[in-house]
């Protein structure tokens, strides 16, 4: 489990060059994951690999959690920006149930490289890795539009977010070899039915607590 030091808080990119910068050390990290997964990968190599000091680095991530947390979020925001409109006549659970599918089977090309960012994720506080509650948010929004609602209500927050832990206990399944890739996108399109059933918008009527 990669541990987090106890130092300040990551440094933010600003100007057009730290931007750069910082895209080029989650590339590096995101291509030396999908090649050695989490455990063998050295910072190190990741500065060298992204042509920056170790010092810039560091800088920004101050641990292997943070950085694969801010691989994870950074791959969430691109996946977020080509989710394309449900298609007509399917329903809005189904709807997300696809868009869970389609980033699992992008996730799952490169297994090294998802358990790497899951468990990352799934380990880093909030608190100390702004990422991992960015990736929560992206996810979030992702789902509402796919869903239409536009004004979540508090149950509709909660159903998503227990949707996004069952996805990850699923993907987990996957990489770990207990669930075959069929398994794996039937129980996603499951899930999304049977916990979105009582979202806000449901033909039933709304849930308003």
Same mark, same amino acid.
């Not at 600003?14 to 590096?28: C, N, T, Y």
């Given at each position: 489990?990669p541990?987090?030091?106890?130092?300040?808080a990551?440094?933010?990119?600003?100007?057009?060059?730290?931007r750069?910068?910082?895209?080029?050390?989650?590339r590096a990290?995101?291509?030396m994951g999908a090649e050695k997964?989490?455990?063998?990968?050295?910072?190190h190599? =990741?500065?060298?690999?992204a042509?920056? $000091?170790?010092?810039? %680095?560091? /800088?920004?991530?101050?641990?292997k *959690?943070?950085?694969?947390?801010?691989?994870?979020?950074?791959?969430?925001?691109?996946f977020?920006e080509s989710?394309?409109?449900?298609?007509?006549?399917?329903?809005?659970e189904?709807? =997300?149930?696809?868009?869970l599918?389609? $980033?699992s089977?992008? %996730?799952? /090309?490169?297994p090294a490289?998802? *358990?790497?960012?899951?468990?990352?994720?799934?380990?880093a506080n909030?608190?100390?890795v702004?990422?991992?509650?960015?990736?929560d948010?992206?996810?979030?929004q992702?789902?509402?539009?796919t869903?239409?609602?536009?004004e979540?209500?508090?149950?509709?927050?909660?159903?998503?977010?227990l949707?996004?832990?069952?996805?990850?206990?699923?993907?987990?399944?996957s990489?770990?070899?207990?669930a075959?890739?069929?398994d794996t996108?039937s129980?996603?399109r499951i899930a999304?039915?049977?916990?979105?059933?009582?979202?806000?918008?449901a033909?039933?009527?709304?849930?308003?607590?």
């Amino acid at each position: 489990m990669p541990r987090i030091a106890e130092v300040r808080a990551p440094a933010e990119p600003s100007s057009p060059e730290q931007r750069a910068r910082h895209l080029r050390i989650l590339r590096a990290a995101a291509r030396m994951g999908a090649e050695k997964g989490l455990e063998r990968v050295q910072m190190h190599e =990741v500065a060298k690999e992204a042509g920056v $000091a170790i010092a810039t %680095l560091y /800088r920004y991530f101050p641990s292997k *959690t943070h950085l694969f947390t801010a691989v994870m979020a950074e791959q969430v925001d691109r996946f977020g920006e080509s989710v394309q409109q449900p298609k007509p006549g399917m329903t809005p659970e189904d709807a =997300v149930g696809e868009v869970l599918v389609l $980033a699992s089977r992008q %996730l799952l /090309r490169r297994p090294a490289l998802a *358990t790497a960012m899951l468990q990352s994720a799934n380990s880093a506080n909030a608190a100390a890795v702004a990422d991992a509650g960015r990736i929560d948010l992206t996810f979030r929004q992702i789902v509402l539009r796919t869903l239409g609602i536009a004004e979540p209500t508090v149950m509709d927050v909660t159903l998503i977010r227990l949707l996004m832990q069952c996805w990850y206990g699923v993907l987990q399944s996957s990489l770990n070899g207990r669930a075959s890739i069929p398994d794996t996108e039937s129980d996603i399109r499951i899930a999304c039915r049977l916990l979105l059933a009582p979202r806000s918008n449901a033909p039933s009527g709304p849930v308003s607590r």
